[in-house]
């Protein structure tokens, strides 16, 4: 059964390896840190003697498809003894023409596999429908590389920070790491590393940190932005608004900060009309605890009827700043401001 390859990353010794790993996806630092991960496992402490990389992409032009013949050199790599260790380690990187140019030879080596070796191949598509994909299935295994999102890359983020930097980190600071670096995990990962040294002994990575090490004062501005909106202080948040958009912060990533606070007070406005008391529903949504009690009297001055439209503003604007609407994107933020903060 495929899994993601963040599973293997998190507890690579409850596997084991049989001939072949397949590694499938876009994910570049993913597959890299698979290996990383494999590499030790398999060989122990004969890592750089016994490993043995190839371009795929190379092997599948300088191999002439029609002999039907597995490339004599990969072949022999495979079937060779290491002079080191009892295991060798055999990578064709960027695998994918190779896959396809020699599908029946790599099917025909799997039905009797080289004890001494273990084949990784690196591709972007995997269709579980192959003979090949098959007999991976039952003898070795396949890991999906893709790019996580939303809660699965929240996940990820919080358990990475635990495993391998021995510190813990909130679902919403998770987001919030999110929300400004984006979902690649490598450039997450360098945040992470950079976000422990910070807090030293500390714990816990708060939300502060990240807005400290990741945003910086961009990150500050548009959270002081956020402040001035909920606490009705409009001029304030006009001029943090043309703070960013002087310094070339892009609209929709401003859109982003706006988008990440405010979701919250609307899932907490929808749990309250359910009849959750207000501020146990600003907690439930995920309001960092310091906010709270100014969360609950913005919530409050805005009122239900303007509250329940925010999902609504949030979207249009969203859509406006993507073509919809003539207006240039200074106006469309300025509008939503106003909006989001109770002004007519």
């Not at 490993?51 to 013949?69: M, Q």
Request: some cysteine.
């Amino acid at each position: 059964m495929s899994q993601h390859v963040t599973e293997l990353l998190l507890n690579p010794a409850r596997y084991e390896f049989g001939p072949i790993v397949v590694l499938y996806g876009d994910d570049r630092y993913m597959k890299q840190e698979a290996i990383k991960a494999i590499e030790p496992l398999v060989l122990g402490e004969d890592e750089d003697t016994s490993i043995t990389r190839f371009d795929g992409i190379r092997l599948a032009k300088e191999n002439d498809v029609s002999t039907s013949a597995l490339p004599s050199t990969l072949f022999d790599e495979l079937k060779t003894v290491s002079m080191w260790g009892d295991k060798r380690l055999v990578i064709v990187d960027e695998a994918e023409k190779f896959v396809s140019a020699f599908r029946g030879m790599l099917e025909k080596y799997l039905d009797a596999p080289s004890k001494s070796s273990l084949l990784i191949l690196d591709v972007k598509s995997w269709s579980k429908a192959t003979r090949l994909a098959k007999r991976v299935a039952k003898i070795g295994l396949d890991f999906e590389c893709k790019e996580l999102k939303g809660g699965q890359l929240a996940k990820w983020i919080c358990e990475t920070a635990t495993q391998l930097h021995q510190k813990q980190i909130s679902r919403d600071a998770a987001l919030l790491l999110i929300e400004l670096v984006g979902t690649q995990c490598g450039q997450i990962h360098q945040e992470l590393e950079k976000l422990s040294t910070f807090v030293g002994e500390q714990p816990r990575i708060g939300p502060d940190d990240i807005r400290a090490v990741v945003g910086g004062w961009k990150a500050e501005t548009t959270w002081a932005m956020t402040g001035a909106i909920r606490d009705g202080n409009i001029g304030n948040a006009l001029k943090y608004l043309d703070n960013l958009l002087v310094a070339g912060e892009a609209p929709q990533k401003i859109l982003g900060g706006l988008t990440f606070v405010w979701r919250k007070y609307f899932k907490a406005a929808q749990l309250a009309v359910q009849g959750t008391p207000l501020k146990q529903a600003l907690k439930e949504a995920g309001v960092f605890p310091r906010e709270i009690d100014s969360s609950d009297r913005y919530l409050r001055r805005l009122s239900r009827q303007r509250a329940e439209k925010i999902s609504h503003w949030l979207l249009e604007a969203d859509l406006n700043l993507k073509g919809n609407s003539r207006l240039a994107p200074r106006l469309e933020l300025e509008q939503l401001l106003f909006r989001l903060s109770g002004k007519p």
